[in-house]
């Protein structure tokens, strides 16, 4: 990875995108469960607007990195709407949003040392395989 593509990713950790409020709402760790109302937002801002799929994608990578095995379940969850209720331009800028599907990896390997780590750990198990299955061939 170039000097460049490093602090490329690092600025999109950091810097909040239009979605990020709305995201963090959606799966606050206060929540019993994630607001199912903004996912529907986000799906059907993403579908309506394609020019709202960057930013939504990186709200989602954003939100992944929360250190709350909690946020990070919701936020998988919001992930598996988003391919399941979006089009080839969500699932092309999911792919290539740099350090998404390893972050997801990363929730999916680790080892379970605390409440709502298995939660999260199957929820990201089972999207990445359902997404094996889904984008094959």
Not at 120 to 129: G, Q, R, S, V
Request: proline residues 2%; charged residues 25%; aromatic residues 6%.
């Amino acid at each position: 990875m170039s000097f460049m593509d490093e602090m490329k990713d690092k600025a999109s950790r950091i810097i909040p995108s239009a979605y990020s409020e709305i995201l963090e709402e959606t799966t606050s760790d206060v929540l019993l469960t994630p607001n199912f109302q903004n996912i529907v937002f986000l799906c059907d801002s993403a579908n309506a607007n394609p020019e709202n799929i960057t930013d939504i994608v990186r709200a989602v990578r954003r939100r992944m990195d929360n250190k709350s095995a909690k946020v990070q379940f919701f936020t998988i969850q919001v992930l598996d709407s988003l391919v399941k209720n979006c089009g080839l331009n969500v699932h092309l800028e999911i792919a290539e949003t740099k350090g998404l599907l390893h972050d997801l990896f990363l929730v999916a390997t680790r080892k379970q040392s605390r409440d709502g780590d298995k939660e999260a750990i199957t929820a990201a198990l089972t999207l990445i395989l359902n997404m094996s299955l889904w984008f094959s061939g």
